[in-house]
């Protein structure tokens, strides 16, 4: 018998799960179970209606049972799977965790089909597939309210980081290289996918929350229908320029020309298209870390404190044993190179996508040029 957070299942747990796992389960996903819970409770805060939500991909329903137990503010929470031995094991689940038989309902369907069905049905969707949830996302367009909540789960990180530039192509319509800033691109490569599958259904997309996490990467946010919210989101899909020598890069929009590195004059390369606007809300994001300090989530509140200081830099990171390659040079400590850079006037934190990694909106060449001189110092 497992238990996750006072939800009891009885399931034995796999090291390596695939999606031909009869019920799939992950250990790993326990922080972002933690993160959506507390997210769906400050989300639910704020509405006048209880809310119709939607578990699309359930497995074991550990999700859906922690959102049914766990949030208050729901009218009904419904969880769905495909294969008839997931759904048997999710109906046992929740009657092992002594679910109120009037707040849930168990569907055994494609989640696609489910989801075309209701059209305008639901609140909020999560979707957590295994691998890439882009075939998802559309029928999760047409079956979200006209003001509403969803959130996203990709396990395909090799794709999303342009290891297999080929399959990031076809499948997020991006050109992607693999950088040291990897994980970061990965990210604003889903949000830009997300964003766009609404748009063709005039609902913008606007992330509240969105991290990487070991083998995931998580994105949530608030979807309102709303032509002119999507025509001025617009100006946040765009190409990301860089330059290989000195670490130098920026965002650019579509018709800009890709310029040479105004720091090296090397040429310089474009990859996306991408998000470029901010990946998260402070205020949302601190409103769900103080949920999950009441709930006594740990972890969740300790990475919600990093993406509330992080979510506002729009400069992708930079990792600093990078510069120690540039310069040929000892990498100084984190801190130590932190403080240098606010006491130049610039914003710097530590950011989740590395613990080498620093969020700031200096320019790299002025970086380059601190760690110079600490070493000199």
């Keep these: 018998m497992l238990d996750e957070r ?8 796999e090291e390596e799960p695939t999606k031909e796992s009869e019920v799939f389960y992950n250990t790993d996903m326990v922080l972002n179970r933690d993160v959506s819970v507390s997210a769906l409770q400050a989300y639910a805060d704020n509405q006048s209606v209880d809310l119709k939500i939607l578990d699309a991909l ?6 859906g049972i922690r959102y049914a137990k766990q949030v208050e503010g729901l009218e009904k929470v419904v969880l ?51 691998g890439s949830p882009t075939r998802f996302l559309d029928s999760a367009a047409r079956s979200l309210k006209h003001d509403s909540y969803l959130g996203v789960s990709a396990t395909d990180l090799a794709t999303l980081c342009g290891t297999y530039v080929k399959t990031c192509r076809r499948r997020y319509g991006t050109w992607n290289r693999n950088l040291p800033y990897c994980h970061e691109v990965g990210l604003r490569v889903l949000v830009r996918a997300v964003f766009e599958a609404l748009a063709k259904y005039n609902k913008v997309f606007r992330p509240e929350i969105s991290f990487a996490k070991k083998h995931y990467y998580r994105v949530q946010g608030k979807v309102k229908e709303t032509k002119k919210g999507v025509n001025r989101s617009l100006k946040n899909v765009g190409f990301l320029v860089f330059c290989e020598e000195c670490g130098y890069r920026r965002f650019i929009e579509e018709k800009e020309r890709r310029p040479n590195c105004p720091s090296c004059s090397e040429e310089t390369c474009r990859i996306g298209p991408l ?8 205020e949302k994001i601190e409103e769900t870390r103080i949920v999950a300090e009441d709930k006594g989530y740990e972890d969740a ?22 510069f120690g390659k540039i310069t040929g040079l000892p990498v100084p400590r984190l801190d130590e190179l932190l403080e240098k850079i606010r006491d130049k006037g610039y914003t710097a934190v530590k950011t989740h996508f590395a613990p080498t990694g620093i969020k700031t909106n200096c320019p790299a060449e002025d970086i380059r040029e601190m760690v110079v001189d600490l070493n000199e110092n």
């Design 6 to 13: 006072g939800v009891k299942l009885d399931i034995s747990v």
């Design 58 to 63: 359930s497995a074991t329903g550990v999700r």
């Design 80 to 130: 769905n799977d495909s294969k008839p031995e997931a759904v048997e094991n999710i109906k046992n689940n929740l009657e092992r965790n002594e679910v109120d038989r009037d707040l849930y309902t168990v569907e055994e369907k494609d989640a696609n089909l489910l989801m075309t069905e209701n059209r305008k049905g639901f609140h909020f969707i999560d979707l957590d597939p295994f």
């Design 275 to 282: 998000w470029t606007g901010r990946l998260g809300n402070k």
């Design 301 to 322: 509140e300790k990475l919600l404190g990093t993406l509330r200081d992080e979510c506002e830099i729009r400069r992708p990171y930079y990792d600093t044993h990078n």
